[in-house]
């Protein structure tokens, strides 16, 4: 029958466990003298070797012919542990065995001195799964517990246990292991299993690893499943690093804004099957690497990837900022806890790009400081400090929409849009608010109609309820406006930007209310009202 690699060759003794010196050395040298503690907590993270070492500490224990504190795996009793005819040394999954009643049990059973061995060893596995009425039951049995009996409890979340439980233990902290070590031990194992593999290889499959040789194992069993001959193409294969297009795709317009691109391409992954839990995390680690070419100078010692996807990476990076980045991993983070308990993983995924694509509407900080960081943008790029009170309006710009009053707005339909030239309503009560995406609809313009953006040099735009009024110098704009499809590429380029259908006007400076053009007071307004 096969057995999986990381099974296989799970280490029989302290010497042969990899990069966990520190801890292998103090347990072989505890079972040497005779000094076996009652109680030991193994923490750290997967796949690091923790149930290993419980393992080979609870043989050691009751080896009878220990060598240097390592089990001697030839014994009666080493040998009837490995084929499990003595069955002193037990092993509780917590996940599955986390009441009160598991740990009575356990308590029970505990009181009777074992048949074949010294010492009846509790492994207990993500120990941190104990309901709370267990953690108490166990306690006890912690305390005084019967000199024939010693625990050795695992976890991969030590901060989800009881200070209680914590002082009564020996506890070793297990480290990931370095890229180096992995490799190394890849190499070892790849030899004896006859599989040749590439140097380069066996790196990539450490990287990837990210400190457990539990999972630098796995991959090598998948690649060892695809060729007998491991290069860093087939590892790349296995590992499902490449061929992650539709997360690049997703970024990039996540990056411009286009929540409904985004929401097809999340249809089209839901509709093959792709798990939204995994698409969460895969975005995660996506907007991570990005994070980290935007603030570390050597990103690939950090980052496991092709150098194809590197670029790629790179070129993602220029188009965004920190901030969006960090206010969208913060966002990823969020929906991640939720998708967990979620009944419609679709929709929570669907409201988490929605989020992303249209930051201001998020809550927290990250999202705060990007539109901070949009007002100062604003600021430099003088956007904002032309205060229209001190425009000069120029005949040919005087027209202005004829724009619906608020209250009128949510209970009768909308009249008809009224060309950009509208004349002005004199008793319009709305307050203007400084628009700060405008920098971003001339960058779509840029693309879509260059001659308008040539005119529009100098401009920057309000909203009014639902007119987006536009500022501009230059005295042909109003003429040029009105012409072929002009008026329509601005409004395309304001959907994409705002997600909002608004209808165009000419901005007249003089109405402006002096406080509706302070970005501040309409920023903390805008918090206030979310
Ligand atoms: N430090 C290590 N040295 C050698 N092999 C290891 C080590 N850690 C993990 N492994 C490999 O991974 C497998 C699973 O390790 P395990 O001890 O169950 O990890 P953990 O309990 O920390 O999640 C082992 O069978 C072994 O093949
Ligand atoms: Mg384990
Ligand atoms: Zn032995």
């Known amino acids: 029958m ?37 109680a030991y907590l193994f923490t750290g993270s997967r796949g690091t070797g923790k149930t290993t070492c419980a393992k080979i500490l609870a043989k050691a224990a009751n080896c009878l012919n220990p060598v240097d504190g390592n089990p001697c795996n030839e014994c009666a009793v080493c ?3 490995d084929d499990g005819t003595i069955l002193d040394v037990i092993e509780i999954d917590a996940a599955s065995n986390n009441g009160v009643d598991n740990i009575r049990d356990l308590r029970e059973e505990a009181n009777y001195t074992p048949v074949h061995t010294k ?6 596995d993500e120990v941190h799964m104990l309901s709370i009425g267990a953690f108490n039951a166990l306690l006890k049995t912690l305390e005084e517990p019967p000199p024939h009996v010693k625990f050795i409890l695992a976890t991969t979340e030590v ?14 902290d297990f480290h990931r292991i370095t890229p180096e070590k992995i490799k190394s031990r890849i190499m070892h194992v790849a030899e004896n299993e006859n599989i040749t593999i590439d140097d380069d290889a066996a790196l990539l499959i450490a990287r990837i690893a990210d400190g457990a040789l539990r999972d ?7 690649c060892s499943g695809i060729s007998t001959h491991v290069t860093s193409d087939v590892v790349s294969n296995a590992a499902e690093l490449a061929g992650k297009d539709y997360l690049f795709e997703l970024v990039d317009n996540i990056n411009t804004n286009n929540p409904s691109e985004v929401l097809a391409l999340i249809s089209k992954l839901h509709n093959d099957s792709c798990d939204m839990e995994r698409l969460c995390s895969e975005l995660i680690n996506h907007y991570r690497n990005i994070m980290i070419i935007k603030t570390v100078k050597n990103p690939q010692q950090l980052i ?34 939720l998708l967990k308990n979620s009944t419609s993983k679709r929709t929570q995924m669907e409201m988490c790009a929605v989020k992303l694509c249209i930051p201001d509407i998020s809550s927290d900080n990250t999202a705060l400081i990007a539109r901070i960081e949009k007002l100062e943008s604003a600021v430099k790029d003088g956007k904002i400090i032309s205060a229209p009170k001190i425009e000069v309006t120029k005949p040919e710009i005087k027209e202005e929409p004829k724009p619906t009053p608020e209250k009128k707005k949510e209970n009768e339909l909308p009249p008809p849009p009224p060309p950009p030239e509208a004349p002005a309503d004199e008793a319009s009560a709305d307050v203007d608010t400084l628009f700060i995406g405008w920098g971003e609809v001339l960058q779509k313009l840029d693309v879509t109609d260059k001659p308008l953006l040539g005119i529009l040099g100098n ?31 601005i409004k395309t380029a304001i959907f994409e930007v ?16 002096a406080k509706a053009n302070d970005p501040l007071a309409d920023l903390v307004n805008k918090i206030n009202n979310l």
């Open 304 to 337: 496991v990837c092709t150098d194809i996807d590197l670029e790629l990476y790179k070129k993602q990076a220029e188009n965004t900022t920190l901030f969006k980045v960090l206010s969208c991993i913060t966002t990823l983070e969020e929906c991640a806890t």
């Open 459 to 489: 401009s920057s735009a309000y909203i009014r309820g639902e007119f987006m009024l536009i500022k501009c110098d230059n005295p042909i704009f109003s003429q040029f406006i009105r012409q072929g499809n002009h008026a329509n590429a």
């Open 159 to 172: 901060h989800k246990l009881p200070a209680t439980i914590l002082s009564r233990c020996q506890r070793f």
């Open 216 to 222: 630098a194992l796995s991959i090598l069993d998948r």
């Open 2 to 38: 096969y057995r999986v690699l990381y099974r296989k060759w799970r280490p029989q003794t302290f010497a042969d466990v990899v990069g966990q010196e520190h801890i292998t050395s103090t347990l072989a040298h505890e079972v040497e003298i005779g000094k076996v503690s009652h």
């Open 79 to 81: 040998k009837g542990l």
């Open 119 to 124: 010492y009846r060893v509790y492994i207990i």
């Open 498 to 513: 705002t997600g909002k259908k608004y209808r165009l006007g000419i901005y007249k400076g003089e109405e402006t209310s």
